[in-house]
DNA sequence: CTGAAAGCGCTTACAG
DNA sequence: CTGAAAGCGCTTACAG
């Protein structure tokens, strides 16, 4: 395999030094057009091509990003990838692609190879106990950008779904179609300061003075199976109960399953409103209506963040939030 | 933000040259172990950390690969994403990952960008129309593997999943519980030269001595009206017809539908085997049977297989093939 | 408008 | 077992 093209031999070819032609190349002024065409000829017929590795060792960019997920697989993901690759490449940046697998200690040894990589800054939505290096990380030189975290630190910047605001709309409106004892089935698994969809059902009802007594929240795990069970408690404990939130749509499908074996109708006698739009919901009867996080636009607006702070070298004052919507179907 | 530590911050601090400290970060030989202990301590007091891009630059390796996929948010590809990033990552690889957006200009143009990063290779499932530039692209230095493709060229392998012998094994299934009037619902997207499933379910209908006449196998738009009408077609056409392979799961969804419309009980009357393992597949009654793609062999063997030709040099002699299989639930 | 020199942080090839 | 020199392909900072 032939040696790759380099500034030089365009240089050499054309007739000029290699400093001219690297103007060229970069769009730098100072150079005559006669020059530029010249030098345009022969990077053509050469098929030259700029190497990122030399052009990263002298300016420190490399002109990539880091993306750290959990769980690729988890469908929450590719949608935001997808995007995001969208937004980075419009930006001239390439997306370094890393699976965590849930794992802090993986993590940690994936933000260690973006900074030998010479990775611009990462993008990372933090394993489970994968929060606490992440400073040392950016102390180390990597420009972060999380999702749905909250670390307050110079060279962090932090990107959040208005997950809260999203369950206060689906509290706003069960009560606005007249529902008064409303219940939530939610997991057992988020720590205390990740509750927000808990803290958004509980300010809602605040808000509109629902009752709320003991009971009426019930944590279990969040699949189907726990969603089933947790309303089954919900209807026993509280048989006039008429509109249920669940913590994500998986847990919604058991709501739904558990209403139909007491004998309520949905969403005549009880309103149900899921969390996050999978496909599945809206092949079940009725179709489950359910508040989604908005993937596109966290793809784009984690990029132009993390874009943001390149330039700036500090993260936005404030986290930037991105909305919610509840996507109405046929359960609520 | 301070300077990052370069070898030769840790190489003064020990009072050695870059070189000796160089040899302990690669596990060269050469060095004793008096001064491997010296050494390794200044890199972890100082937190030296290599740079990729110098070494690189030098080396001629960037230790990253690519991933080149038509569309991330297709679900056949993060399984596939998870266990190469596990492959590579073992090898002390990273991973980019770009979506083509099934298109074949931004293909090239990401092909081309992996060629200025420097990516050591690139792993590709091509866009619609992204099959001719592939050569010119491995021509310029990029070793390439590709994803259900026959591409021959001296720096390309090819890693196929055997979907051709899974339509075999449904068709053999068939035949095995039976049925002799077996018909195909199928996309007519797909080019002459690329039509695997069909070209496996005449072989092994052949092998059967069954008839196939003219109208049992039908081309029509791979989703789940196309798979309702086809299978309506069928039903009309050929009424004895006793089984039904579809191109894809969601094809085969409204081929369930249709045999319901028909009053035809799925599987007594007439069997149906789909292709690809969806989950909505098994949220339906009858739980759908499928031929399955084995994506994390798919993931780690194109991985390796890539990293083999780095090595040698050259690709494996013929294309690589990933076995599929059939999963039984109770469609069929 | 153009170029010569230095240097980014490493490894290669060689010498001792 | 160890090191001095050269160079990978660029850009930076400067000079003209």
Known sequence: ?????TLDDVAQKVGVSARTVSRVVNSEPGFSEETRARVQAAIDELGYRPNFMARGLVSGRSQALGFVVPDITNPFFPQITRSMHRAARQHGY???LCDSEDDGREQAALLDSMLSQGSDGAIVFPAIGGEQQLMAVAEAGLPLVLMDSHVTHPRIANVNSDIRGGAEMAVDHFVNVGRRTIGMVTSHHSPPQRRWRETGFRAAAKRHNLDMPRGRIIRVE????????????????????????????????????ACTEKGRTVPDDIAVIGFDGIELGQFVTPKLSTVVIDRPTVGRVTVETLLAMLDTGEPPAEPVVVPTSLVFMESA
């Open 222 to 257: 969040p699949d189907t199976d726990g969603g089933y069970r947790a309303a089954l408690d919900l209807i026993n404990s509280f048989p006039t109960i008429d509109a249920i939130f669940a913590y994500n749509d998986t847990m919604a499908l058991g709501v739904l399953a």
């Open 94 to 96: 390439s997306l370094f």
């Open 1 to 5: 395999m032939a040696r790759p093209v």
